[in-house]
């Protein structure tokens, strides 16, 4: 069952987290794939998820995404999920790549600005889901199998989903089963 948000935002970390971590125990997924600016939703996830057998991947933003040359993933927190053996991948979204640039600079759009506006119809994690999911199979982060997929609206989580994870050279090939919770408006 789909739970529902009256809106999006930050406000619903806690209660994604105790979703997925139900879902996951019952499903026995063993892959929570995460997106995270700075750290803090997945550090919340990782203190959450002790003593279930899960492995937290985190996604985060590339470097230089927000100001040229920085990174904005708390160096602390990722060392603290890599220690207890989760990854953090930082590295160029799947689909916002080249492609964004040439448009950013000379106009138009690209074919991945209309594969992401149309996946935001359904709000902006939903857009996000299938985006780190395919990163995370690109980095061999996790297989091409089941996982759950945990996003939000600007920070913080309010979507997560299982899906058939795929990598982006095969990104139509992500089959979306699953929407565990999303906001209705966004």
Sequence with gaps: MCTYFDSPGREHTDEVIRIVLAEARERGLGYLVTASTK???????????????????????NVGFA??????????????????????LTATMATRNINKAISARLGGYSQTEIITSTLRMFGQGMK?????????????????????????TGRGWDTAVILQANSSNRFFDIKIKEILCKPRSF
Excluded: N, W, Y
């Design 67 to 88: 100001h040229e040359g920085e990174g904005e993933f708390d160096p602390q927190i990722r060392e603290e999920l890599e220690k207890a053996g989760h990854p953090v």
């Design 39 to 61: 750290g803090d939703s997945s550090k919340k996830l990782m203190d959450a998820a002790a003593g279930h057998d899960v492995k937290i991947v985190t996604v985060t933003h």
């Design 128 to 152: 996000v889901c299938p985006e780190i999911a395919a990163m995370a199979v690109d980095a061999g982060l996790v297989p091409c199998r089941d996982v759950m997929a945990i996003a939000g």
